[in-house]
């Protein structure tokens, strides 16, 4: 068998979850939901939730009253950020151990460039060793670029092994809908059906300037190279760089009083500004989100004259945003996001 560069994709199986089943054995087959304070009747979303309580419907991202509404007999815990990075920095310490380039993409996974002539071998050895360091079960999708990779994890899921590339990719995903695509989520691939796009078949097949026409010309055609299983190959052991810091509250009682919301900006303002401080990079543009009762949430943005890290500066550039707002409606959610400089490509 010739020896080969393969991409893979490794991906801790219910990360949080399962990183709180580990100190909760006691929760095992149990249905549990991470977020917030683990107090359903709060205001705060769904962190993520295991196996069992998603089959209840349970989504990453869903408010906490409407899981508990799905499943009352789940199990609310509050977020343990702290905990969760100190399992996923043992995690890519273990992936470092491998002879692989070892790309992080966040807590739960990362991209390994592996050269081998059997990448289920390979792939086996890292679930054994992750198992082995953390007790955790994770799932690596085996491809010949990044796209592939990703998206054969999914078929891997639970705690399997999946094996997607150019040989397999037509009759793997044919016949699936756009939004299977790794960057085509719901909304986007409602459009996509509106324009005759429903399954990957077929937007592989259209036509780039179409594309282009209908959905600009940077996406139109990359959705096309989607289809076609195209992507990146290289992965890169580069740090990951953020693109930007944010904060933001989730109010228990409804936000009126715009002196009230005017003072949470501020607070959140400065909050972010000691980010970016803490960064070491001047922030370039400055975003303030607004959630209006029950669930509507709009986001605005300014560049900034020049980047920067002061705290003055960031703070009124936050209540100038805030002015675009219309705040004739109750406020459920604040959040200030200052956003970095890109880097040169």
């Given at each position: 068998?010739?020896?080969?560069?393969?991409?893979?994709?490794?991906?801790?199986?219910?990360?949080?979850?399962?990183?709180?089943?580990?100190?909760?054995?006691?929760?095992?087959?149990r249905?549990?939901?991470?977020?917030?304070?683990?107090?359903?009747?709060?205001?705060?979303?769904?962190?993520?939730?295991?196996?069992?309580?998603?089959?209840?419907?349970?989504?990453?991202?869903?408010?906490?009253?409407?899981?508990?509404?799905?499943?009352?007999?789940?199990v609310?815990?509050?977020?343990?950020?702290?905990?969760?990075?100190?399992?996923?920095?043992?995690?890519?310490?273990?992936?470092?151990?491998?002879?692989?380039?070892?790309?992080?993409?966040?807590?739960?996974?990362?991209?390994?460039?592996?050269?081998?002539a059997?990448?289920?071998?390979?792939?086996?050895?890292?679930?054994?060793?992750?198992?082995?360091?953390?007790?955790?079960?994770?799932?690596?999708?085996i491809?010949?670029?990044?796209?592939?990779?990703?998206?054969?994890?999914?078929?891997?899921?639970?705690?399997?092994?999946?094996?997607?590339?150019?040989?397999?990719?037509?009759?793997?995903?044919?016949?699936?809908?756009?939004?299977?695509?790794?960057?085509?989520?719901?909304?986007?691939?409602?459009k996509?059906?509106?324009?005759?796009?429903?399954?990957?078949?077929?937007?592989?097949?259209?036509?780039?300037?179409?594309?282009?026409?209908?959905?600009?010309?940077?996406?139109?055609?990359?959705?096309?190279?989607?289809?076609?299983?195209?992507?990146?190959?290289?992965?890169?052991?580069?740090?990951?760089?953020?693109?930007?810091?944010?904060?933001?509250?989730?109010?228990?009682?409804?936000?009126?009083?715009?002196?009230r919301?005017?003072?949470?900006?501020?607070?959140?303002?400065?909050?972010?500004?000691?980010?970016?401080?803490?960064?070491?990079?001047?922030?370039?543009?400055?975003?303030?989100?607004?959630?209006?009762?029950?669930?509507?949430?709009?986001?605005?943005?300014?560049?900034?004259?020049?980047?920067?890290?002061?705290?003055?500066?960031?703070?009124?550039?936050?209540?100038?945003?805030?002015?675009?707002?219309?705040?004739?409606?109750p406020?459920?959610?604040?959040?200030?996001?200052?956003?970095?400089?890109?880097?040169?490509?």
């Amino acid at each position: 068998m010739p020896t080969t560069t393969w991409v893979l994709h490794v991906d801790l199986d219910q990360f949080i979850a399962a990183v709180e089943i580990a100190r909760h054995p006691e929760l095992r087959n149990r249905p549990v939901v991470v977020g917030g304070t683990g107090d359903p009747s709060e205001r705060a979303v769904v962190a993520t939730a295991s196996y069992e309580a998603r089959e209840f419907g349970i989504q990453s991202g869903m408010p906490l009253r409407l899981a508990a509404k799905r499943c009352p007999d789940a199990v609310f815990l509050a977020t343990d950020a702290p905990a969760y990075q100190e399992v996923s920095d043992r995690v890519m310490a273990r992936l470092r151990e491998f002879p692989a380039v070892v790309e992080v993409l966040g807590w739960d996974e990362a991209f390994l460039g592996v050269t081998t002539a059997d990448p289920e071998a390979f792939a086996a050895e890292i679930r054994h060793a992750v198992q082995e360091e953390t007790g955790l079960s994770c799932s690596v999708g085996i491809g010949d670029n990044k796209l592939r990779a990703k998206l054969a994890t999914g078929f891997a899921k639970p705690a399997g092994i999946y094996r997607l590339t150019r040989e397999n990719w037509w009759a793997v995903m044919a016949e699936r809908p756009t939004d299977a695509l790794w960057g085509i989520g719901r909304k986007t691939a409602k459009k996509l059906a509106e324009a005759g796009f429903t399954t990957v078949l077929q937007l592989a097949g259209a036509d780039p300037e179409d594309l282009a026409a209908r959905f600009g010309p940077r996406l139109g055609p990359w959705y096309r190279l989607l289809a076609g299983g195209i992507s990146d190959a290289e992965v890169t052991a580069t740090p990951y760089v953020a693109r930007s810091r944010g904060r933001e509250t989730t109010f228990q009682q409804d936000l009126t009083d715009p002196g009230r919301i005017a003072d949470e900006i501020d607070g959140l303002a400065q909050r972010v500004a000691a980010d970016v401080a803490e960064e070491g990079r001047p922030a370039a543009r400055v975003a303030v989100k607004v959630r209006f009762a029950p669930f509507f949430t709009h986001t605005h943005s300014v560049t900034l004259p020049e980047p920067t890290s002061d705290a003055a500066a960031i703070g009124r550039a936050a209540h100038e945003v805030l002015g675009m707002f219309e705040l004739g409606k109750p406020v459920r959610l604040l959040g200030v996001r200052a956003e970095f400089p890109r880097p040169p490509e």
